[in-house]
């Protein structure tokens, strides 16, 4: 069955670091990748979005890696700030054009200052 | 331009009472999904609309529940003879779907809690 699984359920880094979030996939082949902020008590807000065909996807300070061989995404954000500090949510597509997001699990990022 | 708004932001229910939870997406979005989410866990899909299609509804969990989207613009989802399991954050989102644009946009969900 498709499944999808984010490294770790929390993460704790130094203010200044660059934290790095995984999300694993397993018997799904995703055109889109996606990832989401989520505040506690609020909707998750859409980040970046990365193809299938693309590698790398950068804005300010975050940046997005996408590798289809291994299955996997990374999720960078540089020069962490306490204000990053959420959970951060991974979200698959397929390609057919009418099918809905998986999300996975979420981890939970707190930077310490 | 407003956001995807949901009412009522809490419920509070008795066991066995039906619940009607309302979206209200941004217009000019032709697809809608519903999704729920209990405490620390992701999101787990619901249904999804999209134009005039019929409704993808392989991720309601029982016969209990049930959605529809009128006029394809605003959706109410409807849990009838709520359980105790169905306590939950049930947000809503909306989404243009286009080639460049495929990013979803939510509300701030509706928290239920079924007594």
């Known amino acids: 069955s498709q499944k999808i699984e984010q490294n770790s359920e929390a993460l704790n880094i130094q203010e200044g670091k660059t934290a790095t979030l995984t999300c694993n996939y397993t018997?799904?082949?995703?055109?889109?990748l996606q990832w989401y902020r989520q505040d506690p008590g609020r909707g998750p807000v859409f980040l970046l979005l990365i193809r299938e065909n693309e590698k790398e996807k950068r804005k300010e300070r975050l940046k997005v890696t996408f590798d289809t061989t291994l299955k996997q995404s990374l999720f960078h954000i540089t020069a962490s700030q306490p204000a990053d500090s959420a959970t951060y949510l991974c979200a698959l597509e397929g390609g057919s054009g009418n099918t809905p997001l998986v999300f996975g699990k979420g981890t939970r990022l707190s930077v310490i200052a | 331009g407003a956001g995807v708004s949901q009412s009522p932001s809490n419920k509070v229910t008795e066991k066995g009472k039906d619940v009607e939870l309302r979206c209200d997406p941004i217009?000019?979005?032709?697809?809608l999904y519903w999704y729920r989410q209990s405490l620390g866990q992701g999101l787990e899909f619901l249904i999804y609309?999209?134009?005039?299609?019929?409704?993808?509804k392989s991720g309601l969990p029982s016969d209990r529940f049930s959605a529809e989207r009128t006029g394809g613009s605003v959706s109410t989802l409807t849990i009838q003879r709520t359980q105790q399991e169905d306590s939950a954050v049930y947000l809503c989102a909306s989404s243009s779907r286009t080639r460049f644009s495929r990013e979803q946009f939510f509300g701030p969900g509706t928290r239920l809690t079924v007594l």
């Open positions: 018997n799904y082949s995703p055109a889109y």
């Open positions: 609309f999209q134009g005039n299609s019929a409704p993808d």
């Open positions: 217009s000019g979005h032709t697809a």
